[in-house]
């Protein structure tokens, strides 16, 4: 977190750590002897937990949502045929082909699993008491503590 309540600066900095990951293994990506099968597990495992670490804190915003998936969709196209000709997949058949699990679906699934972990802690928990924590106590109304004039 920086000063501004952003976590954008640390998610761009995973996204680059994933790039370089990424890059250190181009050759086993571009191959044509490794299968796209090979080359989807190779990301799945080594490149995508880099950059979600920690995703279970991130509020996805729509431009953190953006970075992402053009991240992933570097990873992902274009492919060379048999012929030298290049060309990116639609949208579609990239879906069909990772089963809708793409980054986005990756990091919610993760926040929600977080979630569900919280919600079987112990109540003495520090955790739990801080996800539970109400900002105003039952004593005070909201009323009471908005400025006049608004």
């Not at 044509?32 to 495992?45: D, E, G, M």
């Not at 919610?108 to 539970?132: D, L, T």
């Amino acid at each position: 977190m920086n000063g501004n309540n952003s976590l954008e600066e640390e998610i761009r900095g995973r996204i680059l750590k994933g790039n370089k990951a990424f890059c250190a293994n181009k050759t086993l990506f571009k191959s044509k002897l490794v299968s796209r099968k090979s080359k989807l597990k190779l990301y799945w495992s080594a490149v995508r937990p880099i950059v979600v670490y920690g995703c279970e804190t991130w509020v996805l915003k729509e431009g953190i949502i953006q970075r992402l998936s053009v991240f992933e969709r570097k990873i992902y196209g274009p492919t060379e045929e048999d012929n030298g000709i290049w060309r990116t997949e639609i949208n579609k058949g990239l879906d069909e082909l990772i089963k809708h699990w793409n980054i986005i679906n990756y990091v919610k699934a993760q926040r929600s699993s977080w979630f569900g972990h919280i919600n079987r802690m112990s109540e003495i928990s520090i955790v739990k008491k801080i996800h539970k924590w109400k900002p105003f106590t039952s004593n005070t109304s909201r009323k009471a503590q908005v400025p006049m004039g608004r």
